[in-house]
T-cell receptor
Framework: AQTVTQSQPEMSVQEAETVTLSCTYDTSESNYYLFWYKQPPSRQMILVIRQEAYKQQNATENRFSVNFQKAAKSFSLKISDSQLGDTAMYFCAFMKGNDYKLSFGAGTTVTVRA | DGGITQSPKYLFRKEGQNVTLSCEQNLNHDAMYWYRQDPGQGLRLIYYSQIVNDFQKGDIAEGYSVSREKKESFPLTVTSAQKNPTAFYLC??????????FGDGTRLSIL
């Protein structure tokens, strides 16, 4: 099984500020996908962003962007201009290119303060 | 609207009882998945199915069973052999190896 590590259990950020969540993974695969999912208090899992390992360009989705460092096996998520609705648990996930299974990290709880 | 429907939202199990969690999708996705989430933790894969009439065990399949008789449906049975069933259960589906889309979850508790 692939290992996905999120080293920050909790983070707090002021509204309109920027916060960066860290994620590292362990794999010997060269073809894989990385994801960030958001789980608000409603418990629904929402896809935030997806990155293909073969793409060097970092994925962005509105206020969400990633810093993908393939050699370092690092996949951090930056939330810019934080909003109260960004308060949620964020999960990093890994999927091998020839597989269907996702491996999730333990999650980081983000609280946006007004 | 297309999506994934899980029912019931809350479920209670008595000792020695099997319970079944429903998951239905109308996204025309081939693959479906069941995850378990314990408080403050990430998701762990129980079972997944890539096509109808076929499914594979995930990381924590013991005490659970599934069926995939229809493309739209992937019910999960929590058997009496699962000694610690209290958790939040999430169903997901995907098209090929695309991003997984999740339902709203079922919270299972022991009476």
């Amino acid at each position: 099984a692939q290992t996905v590590t999120q080293s920050q259990p909790e983070m707090s950020v002021q509204e309109a500020e920027t916060v960066t969540l860290s994620c590292t993974y362990d794999t010997s695969e060269s073809n894989y996908y990385l994801f960030w999912y958001k789980q608000p208090p409603s418990r629904q899992m929402i896809l935030v962003i997806r990155q293909e390992a073969y793409k060097q360009q970092n994925a962005t989705e509105n206020r969400f962007s990633v810093n993908f460092q393939k050699a370092a096996k690092s996949f951090s998520l930056k939330i810019s201009d934080s909003q109260l609705g960004d308060t949620a648990m964020y999960f990093c996930a890994f999927m091998k290119g020839n597989d269907y299974k996702l491996s999730f990290g333990a999650g980081t709880t983000v609280t946006v303060r007004a | 609207d297309g999506g994934i429907t899980q029912s019931p939202k809350y479920l209670f199990r008595k000792e020695g009882q099997n319970v079944t969690l429903s998951c239905e999708q109308n996204l025309n996705h081939d693959a479906m998945y069941w995850y378990r989430q314990d408080p403050g933790q990430g998701l762990r894969l129980i079972y997944y199915s890539q096509i109808v009439n076929d499914f594979q065990k995930g990381d924590i399949a013991e005490g659970y069973s599934v069926s995939r008789e229809k493309k739209e449906s992937f019910p999960l049975t929590v058997t009496s052999a699962q000694k610690n069933p209290t958790a939040f259960y999430l169903c997901a589906s995907s098209s090929d190896r695309g991003p997984q889309h999740f339902g709203d979850g079922t919270r299972l508790s022991i009476l």
